[in-house]
């Protein structure tokens, strides 16, 4: 990895005058200007971006951990809406491009960027002749997480401790949300959907089972398991389907990837009782909702509804589709068909094979990584985190704000674990003959004696 973390730290000084000054500027723009929304960002920018820049860690972990909250902070300014988790993400990004470039560090990238290039291309082709108004936010919006996430996160750090307080502060996060959820007794609290908070959950307790297995001592791994509890629990109260399945096939992923599914059976039996005490704890008329899954049902309905309208769409251009931003004007509830209805057949397949390239490096990372590795951690988070939202988004919004920033944000941590691995195999594989320039003492005076 290119970017070393500062090992001095921020400078203290400068960045608390820069919140005091700042926090200066947005009181009295409260106070003194109709609609003081410029000001604030402008106030953020700087002091986010500065944090970016000489502590990049902390801006990924904080950036990491909001990721979770979905509301719309744009205010209506143009024609983009961005969340706290998105506009983080940006501020940390153009203080990273500017850090690569003054260090003169290259930016490298994974064996994902070629099949998301072709995917983002063919999303331009099927708009050129479908445009709609929906097209640029929504291509913006695949490349914050296709792109500018990967990147930030695959360059943020050259320590694996720089990860796990990024996993740490979305389980906090996520915790946070669930105890929320618990004292409301609704899954719908802070401006935030149940399926929102659902996903959220999810992720979390994937995140949280990983600190749990790969905890460095008895005490870490305690609060881990703590945490655990008490996101599945979370999970369960959301009442979202999808996001039950999600968090099935992620943690199913993670346990293969660690080669611990007795684990995943222990796991299993101690979190059942809890499962059955919080689903035995809600309302009757919850409980129908969140297990009816039949046809008629009005949610189930939509699903098919949604599903029915994308093919209606799709068969109309099966090739390149109907243009990207068809999303926005329907209930699209299915990544595959919403696929298919945007950009057709060959939008679909460059879309699936950005997850098998990504899944192909994280099964190669994964074999040349010992299970105590920290960067293990980072492979098996990121490909349990995609499958989450990938399978999440079979049955609900894929293109959604969340968690799919986080998950995305972990594919780059998992691609970060990837240049390890390679420099790792090349330093392996590199010839002996090297040594001779290192050699100094006693034995590189006889080798020289010998050759002479």
Request: proline share 4%; with cysteine.
């Amino acid at each position: 990895m290119e970017l070393a973390q500062n090992k001095k730290g921020p400078p203290k000084a400068l960045l608390g005058a820069l919140i005091l000054v700042g926090s200066m500027l947005s009181l009295g723009a409260y106070y003194t200007v109709e609609d003081p929304t410029v000001v604030y960002g402008a106030c953020f920018a700087v002091v986010f971006g500065t944090l970016a820049f000489v502590a990049p860690e902390w801006a990924a972990a904080v950036t990491f951990a909001v990721s979770v909250f979905q509301e719309d902070l744009s205010s209506g300014v143009g024609p983009f809406r961005f969340s706290i988790g998105e506009i983080c993400l940006l501020v940390a990004f153009m203080g990273f491009i500017y850090r690569q470039l003054t260090g003169g560090r290259p930016i490298r990238v994974g064996p994902t960027a070629w099949p998301i290039l072709l995917y983002l291309g063919l999303c331009a082709i099927s708009s050129v002749t479908q445009w709609r108004d929906s097209v640029i936010p929504s291509m913006l919006q695949m490349f914050f997480y296709f792109v500018i996430a990967q990147i930030f996160f695959s360059h943020f750090t050259d320590r694996p401790e720089g990860f796990r307080a990024c996993y740490i502060a979305l389980v906090v996060t996520c915790g946070f949300l669930a105890v929320m959820e618990m004292i409301s007794g609704s899954a719908y609290i802070l401006g935030l959907h149940k399926n929102g908070i659902g996903a959220s959950l999810a992720g979390g307790l994937i995140v949280a089972s990983e600190l749990y297995l790969g905890a460095p001592s008895a005490r870490s791994r305690m609060v881990s398991a703590g945490a655990v509890v008490l996101l599945a629990g979370g999970l369960v109260l959301s009442l979202s389907r999808g996001a039950w399945g999600g968090a099935l096939a992620g943690l199913f992923a993670l346990f293969v990837l660690r080669g611990q599914l007795k684990m995943a059976v222990r796991l299993a039996i101690v979190l059942l009782p809890i499962v059955v005490i919080v689903w035995r704890s809600l309302p009757a008329e919850k409980q129908t909702y969140a297990a009816d899954f039949n046809s008629t049902s009005m949610n189930i309905d939509a699903r098919y509804r949604s599903i029915d309208y994308a093919r209606l769409q799709w068969e109309q251009s099966p090739v390149f589709g109907n243009g990207v931003g068809l999303r926005k004007e329907y209930d699209a509830t299915n990544v595959v068909w919403t696929c298919l209805a945007e950009t057709g057949v060959l939008g679909l397949a460059a879309f699936l094979l950005i997850h098998f390239s990504f899944a192909r490096m994280c099964l190669k990372s994964i074999k040349l990584l010992p299970k105590t590795d920290p960067l293990a951690s980072s492979v098996v988070i990121g490909a349990a985190g995609i499958l989450n939202v990938f399978v999440h988004g079979l049955v609900d919004h894929y293109w959604s704000r969340g968690i799919l920033m986080a998950s995305w944000a972990g594919a780059g941590m998992a691609t970060a674990a990837w240049f390890r691995v390679k420099n790792r195999v090349r330093g392996s594989l590199a010839p002996v003959a090297s040594v001779d320039v290192e050699m100094k003492g006693p034995l590189a005076s006889r080798r020289a004696g010998a050759e002479g």
